[in-house]
Every structure is written in structure tokens, then in C-alpha cells.
């Protein structure tokens, strides 16, 4: 499980003064690049390596209004993974208030976006220990 923290700005507030429902998106995307990262597998070192981890499929909830100045912490972890596939959890909370959740599935494709195995790299970055 990986975690990162985000402080909210002015500018990605909506008119009611809660955060816009689509930064959320890229609060959450930020959290996952990050975890990638830190287990090795960055997305420079996809391309390097000549493959891509495009997401196919979203289902954000949103539990409370996130607002100006809010610290959140986004928990971020791999679930399932299948030969092409796999499914990210996400919660995003400020303090110990749910903000947010999302989950992802997201395949594998090499450059050209056409499907592929998951790499082993990446299944031994975040298999459980």
C-alpha cells in the first residue's frame, strides 16, 4: 500500500468552494503515478521498456466535500491481476473523514495500444509479500 498527501488550492475549487469532482481524478492519478514510482515500475521505465498502463475503467464515489486548504491523504493499492488487467483501490480522506474512493482497472498495452501480458516486473513490484 502506498500513501501520498495533497493540499487543496484555490484554483481547483468549483463555484460552490468544494474541489471540482475532476480534480479528484488527477489527486487519485497523481497518488497511483507516485506509487508506481516508488515500487520501480515509473512510467519512463514502462516506456523504456516499451509497454503502458492505460486505465480502462473508473467508479469514483464521493462522500464528502473537500475544500480550500484540506490536507488529503490518498491510500493507493493494487488489488487483483489478471494476464492483462489489474484493479486499483484508492481512498482518499481528510483527517479520518472518507473524502473518496475510486477504483481502476487498467490494462496493459504496449506502445501501439495494443494488449499485452502483464509484465512480470510488475506483477513482482506489487504481488503481496
Do not use: C
Amino acid at each position: 500500500m502506498h500513501t501520498s498527501e495533497v493540499r487543496v488550492r484555490f484554483y481547483e475549487l468549483d463555484p460552490y468552494n468544494h474541489v471540482n469532482h475532476t480534480n479528484y481524478l488527477a489527486y487519485f492519478e497523481t497518488a497511483r503515478i507516485d506509487f508506481l514510482d516508488e515500487r520501480g515500475v515509473g512510467l519512463d521505465v514502462m516506456q523504456e521498456q516499451g509497454w503502458q498502463l492505460v486505465v480502462v475503467e473508473l467508479k469514483a464515489k464521493f462522500h464528502a466535500a473537500a475544500g480550500l486548504h484540506d490536507i488529503l491523504t490518498i491510500t493507493t493499492e493494487v488489488g487483483e491481476m489478471g494476464r492483462v488487467t489489474s484493479t486499483w483501490h484508492q481512498e482518499m480522506r481528510r483527517s479520518e473523514q472518507l473524502v473518496a474512493t475510486l477504483e481502476v482497472s487498467a490494462a496493459f498495452t504496449d506502445m501501439a495500444g495494443k494488449p499485452r501480458r502483464i509484465p512480470p516486473q510488475f506483477v513482482e513490484a506489487f504481488s503481496p509479500a
